[in-house]
């Protein structure tokens, strides 16, 4: 196929397919479309790109995403530090924050407990987590994981591990779909599931 | 509800071709290689979004195409109608549009148009593996609720997470992590044999009055269920079977990390089934065992037509040489008081007797109705 003649051409759409959620057919759309734009179109878009790799860092108290030490959650006064939401992802912390349903700070673990894709508890940011908690001023953690079989089981695996804490532990009602991604709940749900929060046992 | 139209596309052995049924019994007919157990497969597809013959979604494209698609058309009463399509191809994912709607999650889709199979394999259901027999349950308890094919799809998921734990750290074990998973492998798995022993109750309160229909001697047949925790059939709640399971768990806890493997649970469940209290493994004949599989058979339509509130296509494939003169009688007797059915067969005239029929006959893959 043309693919094979066009070595640049085949190297951008195997770049392209790279990324999450780009299956075949859409990568070779993308490239197509960069190969119709203009090249200063195009160099913003690779500028884009490498600009975000060596600008961003993750925050060194909750691993979200910023372009100083802490970020704008953390660094923000009018937040309420005493209670924590840990998160799988980073894109959760975009959803939630979306619902403005929630005050508090966050805390992303960067997955959740999977043998099968290899990922254990020490690949997490539990450790980190378990430092904070230690906080005095923090009286409340918040598990907003998605309860998928692998988020529940970090779930209820931080659940034990944050017992000796003695902090209030809660996780979001589950309005939340059975096995769905919080990434891809609507702002409504999500912020009634904030609310409704219960205690875990 | 039936299936009023039936088009597909690059599937088996046909490129593109549409069949309408009829309400009642539809009689597929023709010589063999033609594509009669295809249509059968494609309606078993569209409603349980998989294959009754093949695991592997890409064998079913027709040779030299790269997507095959099923879409039908169900009546329901009241002419209410619906649409479902089932298309996949080899650069994308299977896709189902339910009314031009698409689908995201399956299992929620699972049960719209509830469907009974009875193939020549079905056969082996009771002398054959614990397996078939656990799939038995499976394919009829996914239709009946989609929150069970959610738990059993959650259920296998733990259990592989937790075999990969216990292949991994036998020696080094993270003990939370591990409550963790057994404390969803227990609930999920209770849920599962609950709703198993429900059916089980079911089948054992109705089982011999059609049995018996079948047979001249009056005999008690039964169903004994035997999972892999003790448990009590008849009264345990779903709270006492977690108990139960919790504490067989935690009894094997040492042989599963010898084992490496996870020992207890729904997907180690078996069915015995008993005339007059004897294991029909080693005492039912033949003959009584075709007998028992028509009748299990009746009885899946029977409890997903209870639950579901509709009443499942019933899909023969190929049966009818396997089967004498009463049992043919005796089933086709049912299947004319039920709503739709579909038979293949090779052999047209033995159906001959029957009133209301719709025939179809299929050569070099294209249609004659009758
Ligand atoms: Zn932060």
């Keep these: 196929m043309f693919e094979n003649e066009n070595n640049s051409l085949s190297y951008l759409i195997d770049q392209l397919h790279r990324l999450p959620g780009i299956g075949r057919k859409t990568a070779q759309r993308l490239a197509f479309h960069i190969i119709k734009d203009n090249i200063e179109d195009a160099s913003e878009l690779a500028h884009a790109i490498l600009e975000v790799k060596s600008k961003i860092r993750y925050c060194n108290q909750c691993f979200n995403i910023t372009e100083s030490d802490k970020c704008n959650i953390c660094n923000n006064p009018g937040r309420d530090a005493s209670t924590i939401c840990v998160v799988e992802d980073i894109v959760d912390i975009i959803a939630i924050e979306k619902s403005n349903e929630y005050q508090g700070i966050y805390h992303v673990l960067g997955g959740a407990i999977s043998p099968l894709a290899g990922i254990s508890p020490d690949d997490l940011h539990i450790k980190e987590l378990l430092i904070r908690s230690q906080d005095a001023d923090v009286k409340e953690i918040l598990l907003a994981i998605n309860p998928s079989t692998e988020g529940e089981a970090t779930m209820i695996y931080l659940s034990k591990l944050l017992k000796p804490y003695n902090k209030r532990i809660t996780r979001i009602a589950s309005g939340v779909p059975f096995g769905a991604h919080l990434e891809f709940i609507d702002n409504g749900t999500i912020g009634r599931d904030i609310i409704s929060r219960r205690d875990v046992e | ?370």
């Excluded at chain 2, 169900?74 to 709607?101: C, D, V, W």
């Excluded at chain 2, 057994?182 to 429900?198: P, T």
């Excluded at chain 2, 028509?294 to 049966?319: A, G, R």
């Design chain 2, 1 to 370: 509800m039936y299936l009023q139209k039936l088009t597909l596309k690059n599937f088996r052995v046909f490129s593109d071709i549409d069949i309408t049924f009829k309400n009642g019994i539809n009689i597929i007919s023709g010589p063999n290689g033609q594509g009669k157990t295809s249509i059968l497969e494609s309606i078993y597809y569209l409603a349980l979004t998989r294959s009754f013959r093949s695991t592997n979604d890409k064998n079913v494209i027709m040779f030299n195409n790269d997507y095959f698609s099923i879409n039908g058309d169900i009546l329901f009463e009241k002419n209410k109608h619906m649409n479902a399509i089932l298309s996949y191809s080899t650069n994308e994912k299977k896709q189902l549009y339910l009314n031009k709607k698409k689908i995201d999650k399956f299992s929620a889709y699972v049960g719209k148009i509830p469907c009974v199979l009875l193939t020549l394999n079905d056969l082996k259901l009771t002398m054959g593996l614990p397996s078939n027999r656990r799939n038995f349950m499976d394919v009829l308890l996914s239709q009946v609720s989609p929150v069970y094919l959610q738990n059993l799809k959650s259920y296998k998921k733990i259990v592989q997470h937790r075999n990969k734990l216990l292949n991994e750290n036998s020696d080094n074990h993270d003990q939370n992590q591990m409550e963790a998973w057994n404390k969803q492998l227990v609930e999920y798995g209770s849920y599962i044999v609950n709703d198993r022993i429900k059916f089980i109750g079911f089948m054992n309160s109705n089982i011999n009055k059609y049995y018996n229909k079948f047979s001249d001697f009056k005999e008690d047949i039964s169903v004994k269920y035997n999972p892999s925790f003790k448990i009590n059939s008849d009264s345990d709640s779903i709270q006492e079977i977690m108990k139960h399971f919790q504490k067989k768990l935690n009894k094997v806890k040492f042989v599963e990390e010898e084992k490496r493997t996870t020992i207890i649970g729904p997907h180690r469940d078996d069915l015995d089934f008993l005339k007059d209290n004897k294991s029909f493994k080693e005492y039912g004949s033949q003959g009584e065992n075709k007998t028992l599989i028509i009748v299990l058979k009746i009885l899946e339509w029977l409890y997903v037509t209870n639950q579901n509130k509709k009443s499942p296509l019933m899909l023969l494939d190929d049966i009818f040489g396997e089967l004498d003169r009463s049992r043919i009688s005796g089933l086709l007797n049912f299947l004319d008081g039920i709503g739709q059915s579909f038979i293949t067969t090779t052999i047209k005239n033995k159906f001959n007797d029957l009133s209301n029929k719709n025939d179809i006959y299929l050569e070099n893959s294209s249609i004659v109705y009758g």
